[in-house]
């Protein structure tokens, strides 16, 4: 199908006219918010891949930032939203979402939620922020709900002057680090050249790992930078919260941290929703035992627990008097029952074995979206070579060793939990500073080695010549002179 060329003005008036329509369905209208988020996505889906403009460099890649950030957020408000949550949203609410991901008023109900969760776990004379040490067995699963919610935002009333000096810091170094990073990629043009690794890294290739490394901190500069100028001034003028984008992500404790929590909070968050938690409950509802069964199996429990014990003072008699005290299974049989939501009924429940094989199968099924993502993108961005799905294979290969990093943590803890199941023994200094070390050689490994395959897509693209950072005339070319 042959692509429409448009004007800039004509290609900006039409997510402009999505947004305003997605806003009043779901306002003004009955109508269930999956079934408005559909046809808009496959809208937005229509105008990525066949709607163009005249527009280039910087302009251009807002409009690649817009159609991703209206597909992602039509469908985040009909999978994660119900209709009595956004019936009530005002405009400055609902822009609050799309760039965001979520409303304050959410985030709040999931802060206080969480202080909640935490003061039940805590022990007993324990309070809610209290430091307590897990119990639980190493190969318990964190329930989907319960998944880190990435970088902690900043609400309106706590941003004050100290935190604006250090956001004032913050975007200097992140300006003069994508200046640096853009003076190397101008001189050295990596990945430019046909030839060179298309698969793996050849990491014994100091320069061409250092050409990786540069880029990264390039990619990672230019999304903080313009993330933090243009969410900064939202938030200010809707005084709304901000979510940081990243969270020192070179410096994460693995490669599950690195894409969980450290790297882009609003992708991720969009991700977990969209497509992680259905899969995981999708697995879970088809994955229950049958309820025949379940119910044989509380009886067959609740017959045990009232049947009384046989003791040696019960058997013969022996002109000594029985003892009468209710043993623990009889007295806890004469207690009330819990309520219904207190205890998860054996229709419910999952061995932890299953549970770990729906965790791990959304995880695979995100990367793999992700993988989709990052594709569509490219299309986007008008990669003048066809796609050979290099994109998607890096995010597939770094699920795959998420998964195996996962494996070989549990097994590493459960060799420090003690043989009854009690809490594992404490660990030194060095055991930490190795765990430490060994979770950031993995995620430096595995990004290292498949950064091929996502990274000369992006340059074939053009993201280096289609964006240039603003900066003093002639300061790029003495940065450049300083470079070896």
Same mark, same amino acid.
């Given at each position: 199908?042959?692509?429409?060329?448009?004007?800039?003005?004509?290609?900006?008036?039409?997510?402009?006219?999505?947004?305003?329509?997605?806003?009043?369905?779901?306002?003004?209208?009955?109508?269930?918010?999956?079934?408005?988020?559909?046809?808009?996505?496959?809208?937005?889906?229509?105008?990525?891949?066949?709607?163009?403009?005249?527009?280039?460099?910087?302009?251009?890649?807002?409009?690649?930032?817009?159609?991703?950030?209206?597909?992602?957020?039509?469908?985040?408000?009909?999978?994660?939203?119900?209709?009595?949550?956004?019936?009530?949203?005002?405009?400055?609410?609902?822009?609050?979402?799309?760039?965001?991901?979520?409303?304050?008023?959410?985030?709040?109900?999931?802060?206080?939620?969480?202080?909640?969760?935490?003061?039940?776990?805590?022990?007993?004379?324990?309070?809610?922020?209290?430091?307590?040490?897990?119990?639980?067995?190493?190969?318990?699963?964190?329930?989907?709900?319960?998944?880190?919610?990435?970088?902690?935002?900043?609400?309106?009333?706590?941003?004050?002057?100290?935190?604006?000096?250090?956001?004032?810091?913050?975007?200097?170094?992140?300006?003069?680090?994508?200046?640096?990073?853009?003076?190397?990629?101008?001189?050295?043009?990596?990945?430019?050249?046909?030839?060179?690794?298309?698969?793996?890294?050849?990491?014994?290739?100091?320069?061409?790992?250092?050409?990786?490394?540069?880029?990264?901190?390039?990619?990672?500069?230019?999304?903080?930078?313009?993330?933090? $100028?243009?969410? %900064?001034? #939202?938030?200010?003028?809707?005084?709304?919260?901000?979510?940081? +984008?990243?969270? /020192?992500? &070179? @410096?994460?404790?693995?490669?599950?941290?690195?894409?969980?929590?450290?790297?882009?909070?609003?992708?991720?968050?969009?991700?977990?929703?969209?497509?992680?938690?259905?899969?995981?409950?999708?697995?879970?509802?088809?994955?229950?035992?049958?309820?025949?069964?379940?119910?044989?199996?509380?009886?067959?429990?609740?017959?045990?627990?009232?049947?009384?014990?046989?003791?040696?003072?019960?058997?013969?008699?022996?002109?000594?008097?029985?003892?009468?005290?209710?043993?623990?299974?009889?007295?806890?049989?004469?207690?009330?029952?819990?309520?219904?939501?207190?205890?998860?009924?054996?229709?419910?429940?999952?061995?932890?074995?299953?549970?770990?094989?729906?965790?791990?199968?959304?995880?695979?099924?995100?990367?793999?979206?992700?993988?989709? $993502?990052?594709? %569509?993108? #490219?299309?986007?961005?008008?990669?003048?070579?066809?796609?050979? +799905?290099?994109? /998607?294979? &890096? @995010?597939?290969?770094?699920?795959?060793?998420?998964?195996?990093?996962?494996?070989?943590?549990?097994?590493?803890?459960?060799?420090?939990?003690?043989?009854?199941?009690?809490?594992?023994?404490?660990?030194?200094?060095?055991?930490?500073?190795?765990?430490?070390?060994?979770?950031?050689?993995?995620?430096?490994?595995?990004?290292?080695?498949?950064?091929?395959?996502?990274?000369?897509?992006?340059?074939?693209?053009?993201?280096?010549?289609?964006?240039?950072?603003?900066?003093?005339?002639?300061?790029?070319?003495?940065?450049?002179?300083?470079?070896?």
């Amino acid at each position: 199908m042959q692509q429409l060329i448009l004007q800039p003005w004509t290609y900006w008036l039409l997510p402009t006219v999505l947004i305003n329509v997605h806003y009043r369905l779901l306002t003004r209208t009955a109508l269930p918010n999956g079934l408005i988020a559909l046809p808009l996505a496959a809208v937005v889906l229509f105008m990525g891949l066949y709607v163009r403009s005249t527009l280039s460099g910087f302009p251009q890649m807002l409009a690649v930032a817009a159609v991703l950030m209206m597909l992602m957020r039509f469908l985040e408000a009909g999978a994660a939203f119900g209709r009595l949550d956004t019936v009530r949203w005002s405009p400055t609410e609902y822009i609050d979402f799309f760039f965001t991901g979520d409303t304050s008023e959410n985030r709040r109900l999931l802060r206080r939620l969480n202080d909640l969760k935490a003061g039940a776990d805590a022990p007993v004379g324990g309070t809610a922020g209290s430091t307590t040490t897990s119990t639980s067995s190493p190969s318990t699963e964190v329930t989907p709900t319960a998944l880190p919610s990435g970088q902690a935002e900043v609400p309106a009333a706590k941003r004050d002057l100290a935190f604006r000096l250090m956001n004032a810091v913050h975007v200097s170094l992140s300006y003069f680090g994508l200046l640096f990073a853009t003076a190397y990629v101008q001189k050295y043009r990596p990945f430019s050249t046909p030839g060179g690794p298309s698969f793996v890294l050849d990491l014994t290739n100091l320069p061409l790992v250092l050409d990786v490394v540069v880029l990264g901190v390039y990619l990672v500069t230019l999304m903080d930078l313009h993330h933090r $100028l243009i969410f %900064l001034t #939202l938030s200010e003028l809707l005084q709304c919260d901000f979510v940081p +984008l990243m969270d /020192l992500p &070179f @410096f994460s404790s693995s490669l599950r941290a690195f894409w969980s929590r450290n790297w882009n909070s609003i992708v991720k968050k969009a991700l977990q929703r969209v497509i992680y938690l259905p899969v995981v409950n999708v697995l879970a509802a088809i994955d229950r035992p049958s309820q025949p069964a379940a119910a044989a199996a509380a009886s067959d429990d609740k017959r045990a627990s009232q049947s009384p014990p046989t003791t040696s003072l019960t058997r013969g008699g022996g002109g000594r008097k029985a003892d009468k005290r209710k043993p623990a299974t009889a007295r806890a049989a004469a207690l009330p029952p819990p309520p219904a939501s207190a205890t998860p009924s054996a229709a419910t429940s999952l061995s932890p074995s299953r549970r770990r094989l729906h965790v791990t199968l959304g995880v695979l099924a995100t990367f793999f979206a992700s993988g989709v $993502l990052h594709e %569509l993108m #490219l299309v986007v961005m008008d990669r003048p070579q066809p796609t050979r +799905l290099e994109a /998607l294979g &890096f @995010f597939v290969l770094q699920g795959v060793w998420c998964v195996c990093e996962g494996a070989v943590a549990r097994a590493w803890a459960s060799s420090w939990t003690a043989a009854s199941g009690a809490r594992p023994p404490p660990r030194g200094v060095v055991v930490a500073c190795v765990e430490l070390v060994a979770g950031w050689a993995s995620m430096a490994f595995a990004l290292l080695l498949f950064s091929p395959l996502f990274v000369r897509p992006f340059v074939e693209a053009g993201l280096l010549e289609k964006y240039v950072v603003p900066s003093p005339p002639g300061l790029l070319e003495k940065l450049k002179d300083m470079l070896p």
